[in-house]
């Protein structure tokens, strides 16, 4: 089903997808679409990951947040 995958943090997994990474939930369920070149780890409520070469921050909603 992925192309890879990180391990679960804060509720949500990394999942590579022909050649993006997204996030899952935990019933395996697309919260946040493959979109990004790189993903970290969520810690709390943030995760930093990289688009289109700009590295920045996201909440659980995939929705730009502050550091």
Do not use: T
């Amino acid at each position: 089903r992925f192309d890879g995958a990180s391990i679960f943090s804060s509720g949500l997994a990394g999942v590579y997808i022909e050649g993006k990474w997204g996030f899952i939930d935990r019933d395996g369920q697309m919260v946040i679409e493959p979109q990004y070149e790189r993903v970290g780890q969520f810690v709390g409520d943030r995760c930093q990951v990289q688009k289109d070469g700009v590295v920045y921050f996201i909440d659980k909603n995939g929705n730009a947040v502050d550091e």
